[in-house]
């Protein structure tokens, strides 16, 4: 959850600076001792984790202590105890945290098995808290493995920024948004407190008065094209979508988007509706929950078919002869301008109108560009 002081904080840096802060917060990177750094508690990537003394886990490893013993001294029911070459599910067996944690459990041990022949590539980020601590930013599965392969006693590499970031669930997403291992139900997450911010942001500029954020200013800010903002609104757009990775989704996040579009299709086709309220929005959310319920992922519908508005595309009001020339005479298909045309619907107006605006935003911002130079 956002701190209320969010706001205040960002008042009083935009005040006193000018440029991109979130940029310019200064990092290094250091050895720091194992034992100083802690998890994150709020990161959608974290699960309840306790870690153990190296002794614990070298008795726990050569049966000198059980599982219940060690259980009593960390009070590690519903955790998962990590030590040197040690990691225990305390969860009740077969529940769904148990099934959740052994998955990360998997992960975790895979990652240490290859980080142990090629070293870490992309160290774990930190910040400093109180007492001379640490906390983690991103790289929550890799400090497990570091756990697990070597312990608690020795020091590890890590990127550490000077203070706490700002922004910091902007800055947890920036520093993951290109890693494609990450499970689904964490990234979204991820993006949805980073947008919060970011939403933030922009209502604290509009209050002071400074110019506020575009589309495609939010999706720059958070490190990721326009085609993958895009993914992300509408895979956070309904509840049900992003509790169904949460139960074990496993489905690649284009292909669920491509359910909900089609779904989103259906329904105002279906009910003649252009512009969907809340009320549309909730049962489409509840159509979709029915889809990943079962394997039957087709859309039905108990009232009558009506008839549906005649198809209407606009480009809009184009004031400069560029933009239409470039529009005329160029496979606007080609231009890296953040579409990701091989998921278009071709036959729905609204998703083409979407598309064929940032086409636009995008000409329009080359044509200045080249004008100023």
């Not at 992309?122 to 601590?133: G, R």
């Amino acid at each position: 959850m956002i701190p209320n002081s969010l706001e205040s904080r960002l008042i009083s840096v935009l005040n006193s600076q000018s440029g991109n802060f979130a940029k310019d917060e200064l990092y290094s990177y250091e050895s720091i001792f194992i034992t100083k750094i802690q998890p994150d508690e709020s990161n959608p990537r974290f699960f309840p984790s306790i870690i153990i003394s190296d002794i614990h886990a070298y008795q726990f490893s050569s049966r000198q202590l059980s599982k219940k013993q060690l259980i009593n001294i960390y009070g590690g029911e519903d955790n998962v105890l990590i030590g040197k070459s040690c990691i225990v599910n305390c969860f009740k067996y077969g529940s769904s945290q148990w099934i959740k944690a052994s998955k990360s459990i998997e992960s975790i041990l895979e990652l240490a098995e290859n980080v142990a022949v090629s070293e870490i590539i992309q160290v774990p980020t930190i910040y400093p808290i109180d007492n001379q601590l640490y906390r983690i930013l991103t790289g929550h599965r890799r400090f497990f493995a570091m756990v697990y392969n070597d312990g608690i006693d020795g020091a590890a590499h890590f990127k550490v920024y000077n203070t706490k970031p700002l922004l910091l669930k902007t800055k947890q997403f920036q520093e993951n948004a290109s890693r494609e291992e990450l499970p689904q139900y964490g990234k979204l997450i991820a993006f949805l407190d980073a947008l919060n911010e970011v939403e933030i942001l922009n209502k604290t500029k509009q209050k002071l008065g400074k110019k506020t954020l575009t589309v495609r200013d939010k999706a720059n800010f958070l490190g990721i094209s326009m085609g993958t903002f895009d993914n992300y609104n509408v895979l956070t757009r309904y509840p049900s979508v992003i509790k169904s990775f949460e139960d074990g989704n496993s489905e690649p996040l284009l292909k669920v988007k491509k359910l909900v579009l089609k779904t989103e299709r259906a329904y105002q086709k279906r009910y003649n509706k252009t512009n969907l309220n809340i009320e549309d929005k909730n049962k489409i959310n509840n159509l979709l929950s029915i889809c990943f319920e079962s394997a039957d992922q087709n859309i039905k519908f108990d009232e009558p078919r009506v008839v549906s508005k005649p198809k209407v595309y606009k480009l809009g009001n184009i004031e400069s002869s560029n933009v239409i020339k470039t529009l005329l005479t160029t496979n606007i298909c080609e231009l890296q301008c953040g579409v990701d045309w091989s998921s278009i619907d071709w036959n729905n107006p609204e998703e083409l109108n979407d598309a064929l605006k940032i086409v636009v935003e995008y000409l329009y911002a080359v044509d200045s560009k080249q004008q100023t130079t």
